[in-house]
Structures are given as C-alpha cells and as structure tokens.
C-alpha cells in the first residue's frame, strides 16, 4: 500500500482496504460497453472488502461462476466476446427494470451478484420473465479505485452540458408501450429516412440499461453523432430520480445540438407504465424538448391507449410504428381508432415521409 493510501486509511477509518492492482490483470479482463470510458490505467487499486456497499456506476472487477442468459458481454470496441467460466471482467453496478429479462438493484455487499445486462451491469436479480434463462452468476473481487483509493464511477467521464445552441435543432422521440415494441428500430428507420432527405441528424438514448446495441444500430442508420446516458454517466436509469433523468436529457441534447445537426431523434425506452419513462414524459421540461413523437407498440389497442396517454400530457403524437406494423390489419384497427397516421419501416425509411415528420413537427413548434 502507497504512503498516500497509508494516510488516508488512518485518518479516515471507515475507508475500505485498498489494494494495490496490476495493470496486466485489468489489461486481460473483459471490459464491457458499459466501462469503455475508462482504461485498465484508470485504476490503480482494488477495494475488496466484502462488506463494502456498492454504488450505482461504480466498476467492478468480477469473476464469471456459472453461465445463464448472459454468455456474450459486449466489449468496450463493439465486439460480443463469448464468456467462459473463470473470465474476469469489467463491469458497472446498476439496477435494471426489464420485463421481458429481469428486473434487479444494486446490492448492499460485495457478495455474488449476477450480470443482468450483456452491455456489462452488475447486479441482484429480484425476478425474471419465466420464459428466459437464469441469469450469469459472478462474483465481485472488488471495485476499482482510483490511486487515491477513491472509487471509480461513470459519473466521473459524464459529459458536461453545453452552452445552448443558437438553433435548436427539431427533436423527435421515439416512445412505446413495452420493452421491444420497436421503438429503436423505428428511431433507426426515421433517422435513415432523414438521412435521406439530406438532413444531418443526431441521435440519443436517453433511458434504459448499458448496452451498444441500440446506439450502434442508429449509427449504422445514417446518425452523425450518436449518444446514449452512459456517455452522462449512468450504466442504468433504472431508480434514478427525476431531475438526474433531466440532466441526462440536457447533457445529451446540449451536446448533439453542439454537433450543428439539423434533426435529433431520441429514445425513451421501456414502457409507459416504467416508472422512469412516466415521470419523464409526464414533466415539464420533457414537453419543452420534444418537437414531436412516433409511438411503437404490438397491437392496435396498445397503440390507442398510448396515444391517448401521451396526448392527455400535451404530447404532439405525430404516428405510430412498431411492431404492430407487420399487421396489415392492425395497422386498419390502429389507424381507425386514433386517426394517426401507421408506419412501417419502409415508410420511416423514405425521405419524402421522414421530412414529412420533420415538417410536421416543425409546424408543431411554431404554433406553439
């Protein structure tokens, strides 16, 4: 142990034992989406006391116990690396809200938790949709500190708000009634229809739980510059309060419209009925930053309820998409029922219909 740490470990006594950590140990982790901002030099010391309480963003060296739903973590470069019992890897603690997976917190120890997300979040399973497997099983060696033995958390690589642009660019949002309605997909069809029509466009995801796969697909999609809330700080927004859901909706929005982009469009993930999701769309400031929104959902009945939802908030609901679309029949009942406009991908894809949205939110603002 450094003088440094000697120190502080006698002047602050409820301070967790820090031990020095090799390099080359971290160097041959798996380290996960999740923890991309930070490199194996970022650390320099492993708390490992077991009674430590961890908190939410905190990274975590973890070893890999037994394989369950989870057998693939996503890397820091994109990769999927297979995992194999005994790996050690480099992951977040955060809790997750997934009724299609599972649904876990933080946990008050170090003790064995389990990876509840392939992007790389730690955590404790509460419960977990019957018709998947059980959850990888790992335990916890200890959290990465810093070489002053101060842990290391997302919130510290968090990007900083940018000062307000001179044009706000038009911002679309991409909403569901569930996990997997197709709201990313959608946003990834709008944003290559936009893309299309000559726009340079930005894109966000401003809830849900650490993973690549979403933010690389809008990429993929024609998006210049693409942002998700680990780039503000958090693996998950899983139970964190309203005005921290603000603050990532800023520094995400602050920063794309810093990119000069004509058009952003963002995801809220989950559903209506998520806690998180429904104090965002229900606040004040959400209103003020949404020029308008594509609603996703399964079926016709979905999409009503929603769209009726959204419009009780003040909600300028411009169409629905979703899963629903492969029907053509639930895309007559949908329409019927709220007089939206339906879109499949092939529509959210062309350019004459994108810039179609775009205009029809623009309207939106200006009438305001």
């Known amino acids: 142990m450094s003088a440094k740490i000697e120190s502080i470990a006698r002047t602050s006594p409820r301070m967790p034992q820090a031990v020095p950590l090799l390099q080359r140990r971290l160097a041959g982790a798996k380290r996960a989406y999740t923890a991309r901002h930070f490199t194996e030099f970022s650390a320099a010391h492993l708390l490992d006391d077991k009674s430590l309480a961890p908190r939410s963003g905190d990274l975590v060296l973890a070893r890999v116990d037994k394989l369950g739903k989870h057998a693939q973590l996503e890397q820091s470069n994109g990769r999927k690396s297979t995992l194999f019992v005994g790996d050690e890897i480099v992951v977040a603690y955060a809790a997750r ?63 900083a708000v940018r000062p307000a642009a001179a044009r706000r660019p038009v911002t679309l949002a ?6 997997n309605a197709g709201k990313t997909t959608s946003a990834a069809h709008l944003i290559r229809g936009l893309v299309r029509a000559g726009y340079k466009v930005g894109a ?20 210049q510059a693409v942002l998700d809330f680990t780039d503000a700080g958090f693996a998950s927004t899983h139970l964190i309060t309203l005005s921290e859901l603000h603050a990532v909706m800023q520094r995400l929005l602050s920063n794309l419209a810093a990119q000069q982009v004509d058009a ?26 949404i020029d308008g929104l594509v609603f996703s959902s399964g079926d016709a009945m979905g999409a009503a309820a929603g769209a009726n939802w959204l419009q009780a908030q003040g909600l300028p609901v411009l ?50």
């Open 264 to 289: 952003i469009v963002v995801e809220v993930a989950d559903g209506l009925f998520q806690c998180e999701t429904a104090q965002l769309l229900k606040s004040p400031e959400f209103k003020e930053a």
């Open 97 to 159: 809200y997934a009724p299609d997976q599972f649904e876990a917190h933080v946990p008050g120890d170090l003790s064995p938790c389990q990876l509840v997300a392939g992007g790389g979040v730690a955590a404790r399973v509460l419960s977990k949709n019957v018709g998947i497997a059980a959850a990888t099983e790992i335990t916890p060696l200890g959290l990465l500190a810093d070489a002053a033995g101060q842990r290391l958390n997302l919130a510290q690589h968090a990007l």
């Open 174 to 179: 991409s909403v569901g009634t569930s996990m």
């Open 204 to 223: 966000a995801k401003i809830t849900g739980t650490g993973s690549g796969n979403d933010p690389w697909l809008l990429r993929d999609a024609g998006a």
């Open 319 to 368: 169409a629905l998409a979703g899963v629903l679309t492969k029907s053509p029949l639930a895309r007559r009942e949908a329409h019927e029922a709220t007089g939206l406009p339906v879109l499949g991908l092939e529509e959210l894809g062309d350019a004459e219909v994108a810039a179609r949205l775009l205009g029809s939110a623009t309207a939106v603002v200006a009438a305001a």
